[in-house]
RNA sequence: GCCGGAGUAGCUCAGUUGGUGAGAGCACGCGUCUCAUAAGCGCGGGGUCGGCGGUUCGAAUCCGCCCUCCGGCACCA
């Protein structure tokens, strides 16, 4: 059993969550999964970037001190990893103790060897954007952001010795081709290296919100010696205990450091020179991938095209999306997000390929063997469609090994579906429904058999990707997952005579368009919170409900039973509806503005296909008073109306009669 | 500007060291089974392989020039 320890960047607070930070930690994460389950003793690290001017001038901006702002930004990276499923064993913030203890370990490290020295750093400063602008970039003296004159000002600063390692590094990359993929980011690499290193200004006076220098706090360390760093913090590094130093000793150097294209130097340079200068092991790996594109446009907040990943775990639920992105992504192009092609994605692979396979490999089994695994005819094994399928999976299960070591996810979901398009194939051969009613039982047994036995390969295979669905897959076989199940994944291990599980449509079939889904959405759910998924639930329905007409009611009534706590932690109060209008462009939502008895706000409701504004004004309604706020077509809505919604009807609100309670009465 | 990628069917892309008549998926058309989520399976149409020129018996694949897009040299998953 080998060690894997693999990282994604810590995310920089200052940003919203998107489906960057979203791709890459599901990469990560399948990535990890994946060695799980080959038996490695893994280790999984992200967290938050949270030092620097940036944070510190945000954080001024909302008048919140320096630590709330981060505490309550960084919660909202941490909370994105529940809600894509990822098992990440530790989440690192730059601003805890232990990190200060390594970066400060690191730093006396790289001084006491002579790699860093005090000199003045010396530039042109744009007093409006406050950053030091190069002056190569200098556009006829001015900033070449904002136009305004730039001044020359000095910093005392401390400088890392980075030229010092030019040929050592260069000698790595030659030493290690694998060091830095895909070969192109190498190549700019060693362009870079050759073209000469510049030393590295590595500290600040101008701002304090970071790790002080030892020994000269009016000096912070400049942000990515900090940030570097969290990778050995995670594992130990600076700790004075013996057991954290045995786990760093274990766990360093990284197998993988997975990042974007966009931090490529400092992972490739700056942090092996960092490393060199201390005399640590360099990680083994840096792996980039590409950037999402919108309609072949960069993401950006500006042009108001940022992908938030919740609204299509919405739509088409966790496993739906992870699929999407890792079949979709070359690792190391950029590529397309686009809302047909997850559409087309889900219907055409998930829905008809895999789902539908799923169903009526166990669908015949319930019905002609009585939900149990039948047990097949060792000669019949023998023969050709079977000898066939069985080598596409001798073929196939190494090549997913293989592939997905190498981050390619995308091919690796193609070899997969190789071996679901050839049991498709295979059912259709051997015609079992026919079988059942005149062929041999033998013949019968054997072809069932063979199915679902490939079915239980495909979804071990498809746990790192999709974990809930190799899961809900397996408990549909009957089968336990099993925590190294890739370890010896191979054809007909299945074992006959297991009882199989309720067999669930797994990937229902969307007809409706994107645009069709995301109008129903907004108008009809009241959280733009991702929902949790159920880990490991096999015998409930789907658990994202990908179709839309159920968003609004349960599918199930099955809920368990919650405890009077439970209830009594929901605030449901009256209040006076002081305004009503119709939200525009939305067919179902009014926008209430109510008196709470407590304080006056807007709650946005799904009720406007039956109730006219005018005719609730003045009228005592139940809210729910301590919802999260969301937002619903871009209004924010404090508080969610009460009102009871038979399926296909319109929804009725409740009602207190002629003689309301104030607003504000507790409802109990 | 320098360096590096990419331009192949309507769409997204495979095509190692030049050589059987240029491929896959999706979409589209036709056929077919009925176990299954109106899913599956089979067949089919469609491409001057960015342009021009060259090397060669033979080039999408090598060379030169040109056009277009993207990236690195300068922040951001």
């Not at 060792?378 to 079977?386: D, I, N, V």
């Not at 001798?394 to 398009?421: C, G, K, M, N, T």
């Amino acid at each position: 059993m080998s060690r894997f320890f693999i990282t994604t960047p810590i995310y920089y607070i200052n940003a919203e969550p998107h489906l960057g930070h979203a791709y890459t930690t599901m990469v990560a994460d399948a990535v990890a999964r994946a060695h799980r389950l080959m038996g490695d003793d893994v280790f999984f690290l992200t967290g938050t970037d949270e030092h620097g001017q940036k944070v510190e001038r945000a954080a001024q901006k909302s008048g919140e001190g320096t630590v709330a702002f981060a505490d309550r930004t960084a919660q909202k990276f941490r909370d994105l990893l529940p809600a894509l499923n990822i098992s990440n064993d530790d989440f690192i913030r730059t601003t805890e103790p232990r990190h200060f203890a390594a970066s400060q370990a690191l730093w006396r490290l790289v001084r006491d060897r002579g790699f860093i020295y005090k000199d003045r750093y010396q530039g042109w400063y744009c007093t409006v954007d406050e950053v030091f602008v190069p002056e190569k970039q200098l556009v006829e003296g001015r900033c070449p952001l904002c136009n305004s004159v730039v001044e020359k000002l000095e910093e005392e600063s401390y400088f890392f010795r980075m030229s010092a390692f030019q040929q050592t590094l260069l000698a790595h990359y030659r030493q290690h081709p694998e060091f830095v993929t895909p070969d192109h980011r190498r190549n700019e690499m060693l362009a870079f290296l050759e073209a000469g290193l510049d030393d590295l200004s590595i500290s600040r006076t101008s701002f304090t919100w970071g790790i002080p220098v030892p020994d000269d706090p009016a000096h912070v360390m400049y942000v990515w010696f900090d940030a570097l760093t969290n990778y050995m913090t995670a594992v130990g590094y600076g700790s004075d205990a013996p057991e954290q130093q045995q786990r760093f000793a274990h766990y360093w150097p990284a197998d993988v450091h997975l990042i974007g294209k966009e931090i490529v130097r400092q992972h490739a340079i700056y942090w092996p020179a960092f490393l060199l200068a201390a005399g640590l092991p360099l990680p083994k790996r840096i792996m980039s991938h590409g950037w999402w594109l919108m309609e072949g446009a960069k993401m950006s907040k500006s042009k108001g095209n940022v992908v938030r990943p919740q609204d299509y775990v919405q739509h088409f639920g966790l496993d739906a999306v992870r699929y999407f992105v890792f079949r979709e992504m070359v690792f190391g192009q950029d590529a397309n997000f686009a809302d047909d092609a997850i559409l087309t994605r889900y219907n055409a692979d998930l829905a008809n390929d895999f789902g539908n396979l799923a169903s009526r490999a166990t669908t015949m089994i319930h019905r002609s063997c009585g939900g149990v695994v039948p047990a097949p005819d060792a000669a019949l094994l023998e023969r050709e469609p079977e000898r066939a399928l069985r080598s596409t999976l001798d073929r196939v299960v190494p090549a997913v090994r293989a592939l997905v070591e190498e981050f390619q996810l995308s091919a690796a979901l193609r070899e997969i579906w190789e071996v679901v398009a050839a049991s498709n194939r295979y059912i259709v051969v051997r015609e079992p429904w026919k079988l059942a009613k005149s062929g041999s039982a033998q013949e019968l047994h054997t072809a069932l058999f063979v199915a679902a036995d490939t079915l239980r390969v495909i979804a071990e295979l498809l746990r790192p990707f999709m974990p809930d669905t190799g899961e809900r897959t397996l408990a549909m076989l009957g089968v336990t997952p099993s925590a190294t199940a890739w370890v010896d994944l191979r054809a007909g291990t299945l074992a006959p005579g297991g009882t199989l599980g309720t067999t669930v449509p797994l990937f229902p079939r969307i007809e409706h368009s994107v645009e069709e889904l995301r109008l129903m959405a907004d108008d009809t759910t009241q959280g733009a919170v991702p929902q949790t998924p159920a880990p490991s639930a096999p015998a409930q329905a789907p658990a994202h409900a990908p179709a839309p007409a159920q968003a609004a009611i349960p599918a199930t009534t099955e809920a368990p039973k919650i405890a009077i706590d439970d209830f009594m932690k929901v605030e449901l109060r009256t209040a006076k509806v002081l305004t009503a209008e119709r939200v525009p462009k939305s067919s179902k939502l009014l926008k209430l503005f109510v008196d709470t008895g407590i304080d006056q706000r807007t709650i946005v409701a799904g009720i406007a296909e039956a109730y006219e504004p005018e005719s609730l004004v003045g009228r005592t309604i139940g809210i729910v008073f301590n919802l999260k706020p969301a937002k619903l077509m871009g209004i924010e809505s404090n508080g969610m109306v009460l009102a009871a919604s038979a399926e296909g009807q319109k929804p009725i609100l409740i009602s207190f009669g002629d003689n309301p309670p104030p607003p504000g009465s507790r409802i109990r």
